[in-house]
């Protein structure tokens, strides 16, 4: 077996009212080519009112191994769920994952080799798209971060990498519990709420890692599906996230972001050039009637105008704010 079975995981998923989903996960996470002794599942269900718990408690059943636990976390908000799960968990690597993936049996397995083979801190694996339906012609990938979906191919990247953008996400992701000991969890004022868009705990908790020292790795055999709705595949949809997106990335560039990168109208000068270069593309691909390209191109039109509403009418936070706002689930202190 490659990947050290010294290393144990605690698997943690977040989840509100999405029990045919969440049994699926869970049957995929049971099939894992990993020791049944050497893993623990930590579902932490932010208020469902349908029948989560009774899933989770007929899975634990039937598993018996690995361990399947429940938690109960009435406060709104994903990063609430997670954080407390973290809290609580018991395994030297915690690996976190969404109600509607669908792991392949190796991934337990390929995270722990590569945490072995490149002593790395944290591991983003690859995330493909499991599609309800077929996407439309106007989807391409250039777009499928607004569905979770962010294939960053078959090649292992070191992070932080200049050349290649790779942004963990909570669908994919594993790190050493001695890292959340070090900075802790998630931060609550980001992260999904009920009737809401809003993102960045992923990325800032992936900044805020960057900006402590640790390094990680980009592990394309380590592998998820993640379901794609044919709800979300939307024009409409994908807009509203994307600028949503576009202010939640001004935020944080506001305090990760060098002083020393240069900036025109608050906005660094990359993007503006970058905004010009989709302008272009939006126009040259409609007169081809290349449907995803302008769309694409047209769409991070949108979140550059959202990013710019957040960097010159936002409200600023401060990086001590910021790392407070990160400890405050008490993580650091309980997961010793």
């Known amino acids: ?37 050497h893993v623990e599942i930590i579902v932490a269900d932010n208020g469902s009112t349908d029948d989560t718990a009774k899933v989770v408690a007929e899975a634990a059943a039937r598993l018996g191994s690995p361990l399947v636990r429940y938690l109960f976390v009435p406060e709104p908000g994903k990063s609430n769920a997670v954080n407390q799960a973290l809290a609580v968990a018991s395994g030297t690597l915690i690996a976190l994952t969404d109600d509607d ?13 590569a945490f072995d083979e490149t002593s790395a801190d944290f591991v983003a694996g690859r995330v493909l798209p499991d599609w309800e339906t077929s996407p439309p012609e106007w989807v391409s990938p250039a777009v499928y971060g607004v569905i979770a979906v962010p294939d960053n191919g078959e090649v292992r990247i070191e992070l932080p990498n200049s050349q290649q953008k790779v ?28 009737g809401s868009l809003r993102t960045g705990e992923d990325h800032e908790f992936f900044l805020r890692m960057l900006h402590s020292g640790f390094r990680g790795v980009y592990e394309p055999t380590a592998i998820v599906h993640h379901r794609v709705g044919a709800e979300r595949l939307d024009r409409r949809y994908f807009r509203r996230w994307l ?23 608050r906005a660094p000068r990359y993007l503006w050039r970058q905004a010009a270069g989709d302008a272009a593309s939006t126009v040259t691909a409609a007169a081809r009637r290349d449907k995803a390209q302008q769309f694409g191109a047209a769409a991070r039109l949108v979140w550059f105008v959202g990013y710019l509403r957040e960097a010159w009418f936002g409200q600023r936070l401060p990086a001590a704010e910021v790392e407070r706002r990160g400890k405050r689930s008490q993580v650091a202190q309980q997961a010793g």
């Not at 009212?17 to 990993?34: E, F, M, S």
């Not at 909570?170 to 999904?192: E, T």
């Open 1 to 37: 077996m490659t990947g050290s079975a010294a290393h144990t995981f605690s698997v943690v998923i977040a989840t509100r009212n999405r029990q045919p989903l969440l049994a699926i996960t869970l049957d995929a996470l049971a099939g894992q080519d990993w020791p049944d002794d």
């Open 167 to 194: 942004v963990p996400i909570g669908a994919n992701m594993a790190v050493r519990r001695s890292v959340i000991r070090s900075i802790g969890g998630l931060r609550v004022d980001l992260g999904k709420l009920e």
């Open 243 to 265: 600028h949503q997106n576009g202010r939640d990335v001004a935020r944080l560039d506001d305090v990760y972001l060098s002083e020393r990168s240069p900036r025109l109208l």
């Open 101 to 113: 993936v669908r792991p392949e049996p190796t991934w337990l397995r390929r995270l722990a080799a």
